[in-house]
């Protein structure tokens, strides 16, 4: 895993009796967004701060480039703590040419690089205004510049888009994807579930301090529950509860949602990074379904339903929060 | 790599440096202490003169025989008398209560003498008054006995009584006495403000969660360094001007009869205390910040290490000015946690042993050493702990 790769490598660590990781592993390759996704308290935030070393864990290890962390190339990463860190009266320019000089650059090069990225951002116009002066939307792009103002080789952002208006979200996406593009590993934890479904190639999940799920939004969707969609106007209550591989159905207005198990073969087939396979193992099943619904009358529609990130992210953590439920591993994980 | 990190720490030193400078609050309170003082000096100086100068009117024809006598007789103790006469004894009068002349003697007998004042004769004055009649009262017994009046005069005046004491004090200058006491206030509020600056400085970076930040790429050491080097300077600096311009206003108003020599040496020592006391205690106060997250919060924490300052100079200030030389208070002055504030003092004062000068220097030298381990142990494990205050046990730990 050497090539600029950050790896996060079973890492835990306990507060007291409570544990907040427990054996957390994922790796952020290079030109890649991965989003955090996970509820309150999960443990993204700890997992973010131990990268930085902020924290420390209490075992496992961290690696960058193949080399366990060190000071050295943790000063290579660009953080965005969760909870907005900056001189409150200090002026946005004085702050960010402060902020690339602590990081070795040059007194020139530092504050062209900070006029560089508050004008990308769009907060040129607030170069000589203290920070506290500034919205909160406006202070969260300071905080991004203040991330990126050092030419960073990763970027480990808390939560860079909580607070900030479509137009900002737009303006922050395009910077990462640009970031990206350039071959730094991107981490980034959100709670808007929709916007990580557009921007990230993977998505990591945790729950209880551990990674329950990490792959790419559609390996995801083909672990979670498979939906079908069924319009058979003429259908009698409860016409699929007894079909096999059912779990649960709901019916209104003529329209069934039908949810499937998830049969061994699909998971083994994603596993396998099969999508063929997984594909032909809810064949079977479906196929049933249709005929069943046919025998009720007309059929005006018949579909597969995906189930969104926000579907996969509630039933991923209905099932950590149940007990002895292996975790949901998926190609993008290393054992 | 070593450069880097100085270099480091010299960055984190001159934000705090530009940061304060630019403040307004900053410079006018350096401006305002320093005006306090020059202002102090000049007061000092129209008072000590007022003190010692006294006009004084006298009625006609005492001018030839009495005045004199007055004027020898103040001399002797040390007041300078502006004597002029005054025919009309109305006049005389009214130029008291105009407050022109502050005594006029209006006659005298052989066993009194009549003077006129504003409201009350001080008590000075009234001695004077007292010797120069009881001198008259001898001259003109001694002239009716057929004695010289004028050798008996000069016996008087050269009458002086010797002493010899056996175990004689360390001279000092009362003058001194009071700058002793300007030196404590100034290196207190010195320490006190630089102090409480450092730690709200750290909890400043805590609450706003800046150090998050900032410690993804300086260390915990550089970072608590730099912030103490940095207003340490500004510190220095504010107390050279601030003693700089408040002995120089002494010296030229005259308030301060001192040698330049004499003047200098105490605004040394006040400033190699200030950078010992102050490398002392910012530590520890940087230390004691980093352990809380509010800034309503700092006042309680630093608390213990406020109290010890203020003992120092409140046992500086009310003991030595009335007592220099005070056994307990000398002993104490050798500890390092109060030697920032009584030492100074004691030499401003003047007067202390030069092993005694030697031996609070070197304690406080070897004392600061372990202070700044201690207090790096602390700031590294509670800076980052944010929320309720963290204890001192698990931050030592």
Same mark, same amino acid.
Not at chain 1, 154 to 175: K, R
Not at chain 1, 255 to 274: C, D, F, Y
């Given at each position: 895993?050497?090539?600029?790769?950050?790896?996060?490598?079973?890492?835990?660590?306990?507060?007291?009796?409570?544990?907040?990781?427990?054996?957390?592993?994922?790796?952020?390759?290079?030109?890649?967004?991965?989003?955090?996704?996970?509820?309150?308290?999960?443990?993204?935030?700890?997992?973010?701060?131990?990268?930085?070393?902020?924290?420390?864990?209490?075992?496992?290890?961290?690696?960058?480039?193949?080399?366990?962390?060190?000071? /050295?190339?943790?000063?290579?990463?660009?953080?965005?703590?969760?909870?907005?860190?900056?001189?409150?009266?200090?002026?946005?320019?004085?702050?960010?040419?402060?902020?690339?000089?602590?990081?070795?650059?040059?007194?020139?090069?530092?504050?062209?690089? /900070?006029?560089?990225?508050?004008?990308?951002?769009?907060?040129? /116009?607030?170069?000589?205004?203290?920070?506290?002066?500034?919205?909160?939307?406006?202070?969260?792009?300071?905080?991004?510049?203040?991330?990126?103002?050092?030419?960073?080789?990763?970027?480990?952002?808390?939560?860079?888009?909580?607070?900030?208006?479509?137009?900002?979200?737009?303006?922050?996406?395009?910077?990462?994807?640009?970031?990206?593009?350039?071959?730094?590993?991107?981490?980034?934890?959100?709670?808007?579930?929709?916007?990580?479904?557009?921007?990230?190639?993977?998505?990591?999940?945790?729950?209880?301090?551990?990674?329950?799920?990490?792959?790419?939004?559609?390996?995801?969707?083909?672990?979670?529950?498979?939906?079908?969609?069924?319009?058979?106007?003429?259908?009698?209550?409860?016409?699929?509860?007894?079909?096999?591989?059912?779990?649960?159905?709901?019916?209104?207005?003529?329209?069934?949602?039908?949810?499937?198990?998830?049969?061994?073969?699909?998971?083994?087939?994603?596993?396998?990074?099969?999508?063929?396979?997984?594909?032909?193992?809810?064949?079977?099943?479906?196929?049933?379904?249709?005929?069943?619904?046919?025998?009720?009358?007309?059929?005006?529609?018949?579909?597969?339903?995906?189930?969104?990130?926000?579907?996969?992210?509630?039933?991923?953590?209905?099932?950590?929060?149940?007990?002895?439920?292996?975790?949901?591993?998926?190609?993008?994980?290393?054992? | 790599?070593?450069?880097?990190?100085?270099?480091?720490?010299?960055?984190?030193?001159?934000?705090?440096?530009?940061?304060?400078?630019?403040?307004?609050?900053?410079?006018?309170?350096?401006?305002?202490?320093?005006?306090?003082?020059?202002?102090?000096?000049?007061?000092?100086?129209?008072?000590?003169?007022?003190?010692?100068?006294?006009?004084?009117?006298?009625?006609?024809?005492?001018?030839?025989?009495?005045?004199?006598?007055?004027?020898?007789?103040?001399?002797?103790?040390?007041?300078?008398?502006?004597?002029?006469?005054?025919?009309?004894?109305?006049?005389?009068?009214?130029?008291?209560?105009?407050?022109? +002349?502050?005594?006029?003697?209006?006659?005298?007998?052989?066993?009194?003498?009549?003077?006129?004042?504003?409201?009350? +004769?001080?008590?000075?004055?009234?001695?004077?008054?007292?010797?120069?009649?009881?001198?008259?009262?001898?001259?003109?017994?001694?002239?009716?006995?057929?004695?010289?009046?004028?050798?008996?005069?000069?016996? *008087?005046?050269?009458?002086?009584?010797?002493?010899?004491?056996?175990?004689?004090?360390?001279?000092?200058?009362?003058?001194?006495?009071?700058?002793?006491?300007?030196?404590?206030?100034?290196?207190?509020?010195? *320490?006190? *403000?630089?102090?409480?600056?450092?730690?709200?400085?750290?909890?400043?970076?805590?609450?706003?969660?800046?150090?998050?930040?900032?410690?993804?790429?300086?260390?915990?050491?550089?970072?608590?360094?730099?912030?103490?080097?940095?207003?340490?300077?500004?510190?220095?600096?504010?107390?050279?001007?601030?003693?700089?311009?408040?002995?120089?206003?002494?010296?030229?108003?005259?308030?301060?009869?001192?040698?330049?020599?004499?003047?200098?040496?105490?605004?040394?020592?006040?400033?190699?205390?200030? +950078?010992?006391?102050?490398?002392?205690?910012?530590?520890?106060?940087?230390?004691?910040?980093?352990?809380?997250?509010?800034?309503?919060?700092?006042?309680?924490?630093?608390?213990?290490?406020?109290?010890?300052?203020?003992?120092?100079?409140?046992?500086?200030?009310?003991?030595?000015?009335?007592?220099?030389?005070?056994?307990?208070?000398?002993?104490?002055?050798?500890?390092?946690?109060?030697?920032?504030?009584?030492?100074?003092?004691?030499?401003?004062?003047?007067?202390?042993?030069?092993?005694?000068?030697?031996?609070?220097?070197?304690?406080?030298?070897?004392?600061?050493?372990?202070?700044?381990?201690?207090?790096?142990?602390?700031?590294?494990?509670?800076?980052?702990?944010?929320?309720?205050?963290?204890? *001192?046990?698990?931050? +030592?730990?």
């Amino acid at each position: 895993m050497a090539d600029r790769t950050l790896v996060l490598d079973e890492l835990s660590k306990s507060y007291g009796s409570t544990v907040a990781l427990d054996r957390l592993s994922m790796d952020v390759r290079p030109g890649e967004i991965l989003g955090f996704v996970g509820s309150n308290g999960a443990g993204k935030t700890t997992a973010m701060r131990i990268v930085l070393g902020v924290l420390s864990a209490d075992s496992g290890e961290v690696r960058f480039d193949g080399e366990p962390i060190t000071f /050295a190339t943790r000063r290579r990463i660009g953080y965005m703590p969760e909870e907005r860190g900056l001189y409150p009266r200090m002026r946005v320019g004085d702050q960010l040419t402060y902020l690339a000089r602590l990081h070795d650059l040059d007194a020139r090069s530092a504050e062209a690089a /900070a006029r560089l990225w508050t004008e990308r951002l769009g907060v040129a /116009a607030r170069w000589d205004e203290p920070v506290q002066k500034l919205s909160l939307g406006n202070q969260q792009r300071v905080q991004l510049a203040a991330a990126l103002v050092h030419e960073p080789d990763v970027l480990v952002l808390d939560e860079p888009f909580s607070g900030l208006d479509p137009v900002a979200v737009d303006v922050m996406s395009q910077v990462l994807r640009d970031k990206a593009a350039d071959g730094v590993p991107i981490v980034f934890s959100s709670h808007q579930l929709d916007l990580v479904e557009r921007l990230s190639d993977r998505v990591g999940i945790v729950a209880r301090g551990r990674m329950v799920a990490l792959g790419s939004v559609e390996e995801l969707q083909r672990t979670g529950a498979a939906e079908l969609v069924v319009v058979a106007p003429h259908a009698p209550p409860g016409w699929a509860d007894h079909l096999p591989g059912v779990v649960r159905t709901s019916q209104r207005d003529g329209r069934t949602v039908v949810e499937l198990a998830k049969t061994p073969s699909a998971i083994t087939g994603q596993a396998l990074g099969n999508a063929d396979n997984a594909d032909n193992a809810d064949d079977a099943d479906d196929q049933e379904i249709l005929a069943a619904a046919l025998a009720t009358g007309p059929v005006h529609e018949f579909a597969h339903r995906r189930p969104s990130l926000t579907d996969l992210f509630r039933a991923v953590v209905r099932e950590s929060n149940e007990p002895d439920v292996a975790p949901v591993l998926t190609k993008g994980q290393r054992r | 790599m070593n450069r880097s990190v100085l270099g480091t720490v010299g960055l984190i030193a001159g934000r705090e440096i530009r940061t304060r400078v630019r403040s307004k609050a900053f410079v006018i309170t350096t401006v305002i202490t320093a005006l306090t003082l020059v202002a102090l000096a000049i007061v000092v100086s129209v008072i000590q003169g007022q003190a010692n100068t006294s006009k004084i009117g006298v009625a006609a024809g005492l001018e030839q025989r009495f005045a004199p006598v007055l004027q020898a007789v103040a001399q002797r103790t040390g007041k300078d008398l502006q004597i002029t006469s005054v025919t009309d004894p109305a006049k005389g009068r009214a130029q008291v209560s105009e407050g022109n +002349l502050d005594l006029f003697v209006a006659s005298t007998t052989p066993t009194s003498v009549t003077v006129v004042v504003d409201s009350n +004769l001080d008590a000075g004055m009234q001695a004077v008054l007292q010797a120069a009649l009881q001198q008259d009262i001898v001259a003109a017994e001694v002239a009716r006995l057929g004695g010289n009046p004028q050798a008996v005069a000069a016996d *008087l005046a050269s009458a002086e009584v010797r002493v010899q004491a056996l175990t004689p004090p360390p001279p000092y200058d009362p003058q001194r006495l009071f700058l002793g006491v300007i030196a404590g206030i100034l290196i207190y509020l010195a *320490l006190m *403000l630089a102090g409480q600056m450092v730690a709200q400085g750290v909890v400043e970076e805590k609450s706003s969660r800046v150090v998050e930040l900032l410690l993804a790429t300086v260390r915990p050491w550089q970072l608590m360094t730099g912030k103490v080097l940095g207003l340490g300077t500004l510190g220095l600096i504010q107390m050279t001007f601030i003693g700089a311009a408040g002995i120089t206003a002494g010296v030229a108003t005259g308030a301060l009869d001192l040698p330049v020599a004499a003047a200098a040496g105490i605004v040394g020592w006040l400033l190699v205390w200030f +950078l010992l006391g102050y490398l002392a205690y910012a530590f520890v106060f940087a230390a004691l910040g980093a352990l809380v997250s509010r800034q309503e919060d700092v006042g309680g924490v630093v608390t213990p290490v406020t109290m010890i300052l203020i003992v120092g100079y409140v046992l500086g200030v009310s003991v030595l000015p009335v007592d220099p030389y005070n056994t307990v208070v000398s002993v104490l002055s050798l500890i390092p946690a109060l030697s920032p504030t009584l030492m100074p003092i004691r030499l401003a004062i003047g007067g202390v042993p030069w092993w005694q000068t030697t031996l609070a220097l070197v304690l406080m030298l070897a004392t600061i050493p372990v202070l700044v381990a201690l207090a790096s142990r602390i700031y590294r494990n509670a800076v980052v702990r944010s929320g309720a205050k963290v204890r *001192l046990r698990d931050a +030592l730990r």
